[in-house]
Nanobody, 124 residues
Framework: QVQLVESGGGLVQAGGSLTLSCAASGRTFSNYDMGWFRQAPGKEREFVSAINWSGGRTYYLDSVKGRFTISRDNAKNTVYLQMNSLKPEDTAVYYC?????????????????WGQGTQVTVSS
């Protein structure tokens, strides 16, 4: 079992920045690829970004490329999502997730472990 706890969400004006953190515990963090997803009210859960176990490979949703940066610190068992130039359409609950199949995936159903989510609200 892997336990995940997100933090760092909040209310920010359009154009602002937030950094989300996801702290992991329970198993060897570096064995897991990590993903960030988001879900807005009335919408399906959406892939945002993923990073492999070493941090050497990353994926992004097209609409966040150039604005969001995923990173990880295996010594701290933490994955981050730096979000810049935020837009109202980025408003959602953001979730981190963990998977250990050995290759990066984007489907939310492919991830075995999930955090409880953190709310990000971007005002216009």
């Amino acid at each position: 079992q892997v336990q995940l706890v997100e933090s760092g969400g909040g209310l920010v004006q359009a154009g602002g920045s937030l950094t989300l953190s996801c702290a992991a515990s329970g198993r060897t963090f570096s064995n897991y690829d990590m993903g960030w997803f988001r879900q807005a009210p009335g919408k399906e859960r959406e892939f945002v970004s993923a990073i492999n176990w070493s941090g050497g490979r990353t994926y992004y949703l097209d609409s966040v490329k150039g604005r969001f940066t995923i990173s990880r610190d295996n010594a701290k068992n933490t994955v981050y999502l730096q979000m810049n130039s935020l837009k109202p359409e980025d408003t959602a609950v953001y979730y981190c997730a963990a998977d250990n199949r050995g290759y990066l995936v984007r489907g939310w159903k492919d991830y075995a472990y999930w955090g409880q989510g953190t709310q990000v609200t971007v005002s216009s």
